[in-house]
């Protein structure tokens, strides 16, 4: 279950990787139509997934920062070397890492019913108190503004 996301929402976001309407090889997926993943390396050492969020030419996506494992928490494990539940999915790059996502998922429709990464609504519900918001991580470089508008949403 997605638990916490950060919204990046394009050409006027300076943490965006489409600030300034940049378009790269990396990131021409943002470009495209929502529903579809981004997904990229960080530090040469982490994959980060996101999801791409508007139309066409509008380069919008939300990162996956945190998931409350459900299902397959004995892969997770393996994936991950560890037995502590706590720690399989508690951001990005171990979601990634627990999942076994990497590049070969770039572009990848989320909206295909049962495929190998789809989303899909459990109806769990969640009402509004619990859903909390901050400023996003790791994004100081993009400047006070864009680093402390509170675009992180998390289910406390």
């Known amino acids: 279950m997605i638990v916490e996301t950060e919204a990046y929402v394009g050409k006027e976001d300076r943490a965006s990787h489409s600030f300034g309407g940049r378009r790269t090889k990396r990131n021409e997926v943002e470009y495209g139509l929502g529903g579809h993943v981004y ?9 980060q997934l996101n999801f791409v969020t508007a139309g066409v ?3 919008e996506c939300i990162l996956i920062r945190t998931l409350r494992p459900t299902d397959g928490i004995e892969f997770m494990k393996k994936f991950r070397h560890t037995n ?6 508690n951001g990005p790059g171990k979601l990634c890492q627990a999942l076994k996502l990497d590049k070969s998922f770039y ?5 295909q019913k049962n495929a190998k990464l789809y989303v899909e609504d459990r109806g769990i519900k969640i009402s509004t108190k619990q859903i909390k918001k901050g400023p996003r991580v790791g994004i100081d470089y993009a400047g006070p503004k864009w680093s ?3 675009w992180r949403f998390y289910i406390s």
């Open 84 to 89: 502590k539940e706590s720690n399989l999915t």
């Open 107 to 111: 572009g990848y429709d989320i909206c």
């Open 148 to 150: 402390k508008v509170p």
């Open 57 to 59: 030419n509008e380069p």
């Open 39 to 47: 997904i990229y390396l960080v530090y040469g050492l982490h994959y």
